[in-house]
């Protein structure tokens, strides 16, 4: 076994076109230097999603993070309901079965934040249910703001 560690850069991707390998290939000395670094083999990967059960571990994630907000978090029980919200067609275009970080992450922030807002200390299932389905059916509405924002004070508790 050899004592070389080498990157392996998981990277965001249109298609075929990797944006950031196109940087790494440039001749300046730091590029060339981090490119140096990169797992010979496999160099760039790709993310496809993530099964039911790497999506369980992230909601479980989550709530570590979230604890001190919503002390009574337990996302961990939605992981079916989740996973079949975010695997609808209209967030997984291509049919491939599998959640990326992106409709994860922003269900989770906006059923927690309504959580907390109505003054909760868990997330239910008809919160996450309406927040999926803004995010499935009403995914192009057009919201018009007018006039100036609440008066409504967010609370900022230091270190978060």
């Given at each position: 076994?050899?004592?070389?560690?080498?990157?392996?850069?998981?990277?965001?991707?249109?298609?075929?076109?990797?944006?950031?390998?196109?940087?790494?290939s440039?001749?300046?000395?730091?590029?060339?230097?981090?490119?140096?670094?990169?797992?010979?083999?496999?160099?760039?990967?790709?993310?496809?999603?993530?099964?039911?059960?790497?999506?369980?571990?992230?909601?479980?994630?989550?709530?570590?993070?979230?604890?001190?907000?919503?002390?009574?978090?337990?996302?961990?029980?939605?992981?079916?309901?989740?996973?079949?919200?975010?695997?609808?067609?209209?967030?997984?275009?291509?049919?491939?079965?599998?959640?990326?970080?992106?409709?994860?992450t922003?269900?989770?922030?906006?059923a927690?934040?309504?959580?907390?807002?109505?003054?909760?200390?868990?997330?239910?299932?008809?919160?996450?249910?309406?927040?999926?389905?803004?995010?499935?059916?009403?995914?192009?509405?057009?919201?018009?703001?007018?006039?100036?924002?609440?008066?409504?004070?967010?609370?900022?508790?230091?270190?978060?």
């Amino acid at each position: 076994m050899s004592g070389q560690i080498s990157l392996c850069l998981v990277a965001a991707h249109i298609g075929a076109a990797i944006p950031l390998k196109e940087i790494f290939s440039r001749p300046e000395t730091l590029w060339r230097q981090f490119r140096r670094r990169l797992d010979p083999e496999r160099p760039f990967c790709v993310v496809g999603g993530h099964t039911e059960e790497e999506v369980r571990s992230i909601l479980a994630a989550f709530e570590d993070i979230s604890r001190s907000q919503l002390p009574d978090l337990q996302l961990c029980r939605w992981t079916k309901s989740i996973f079949t919200w975010l695997t609808h067609a209209t967030l997984d275009p291509d049919g491939s079965k599998r959640v990326t970080m992106d409709p994860l992450t922003r269900l989770v922030t906006s059923a927690r934040r309504r959580s907390s807002e109505q003054g909760g200390r868990d997330v239910d299932a008809n919160i996450l249910a309406a927040t999926a389905e803004r995010m499935i059916l009403r995914r192009d509405e057009i919201v018009e703001i007018s006039g100036l924002p609440s008066e409504s004070v967010l609370e900022v508790t230091e270190g978060e």
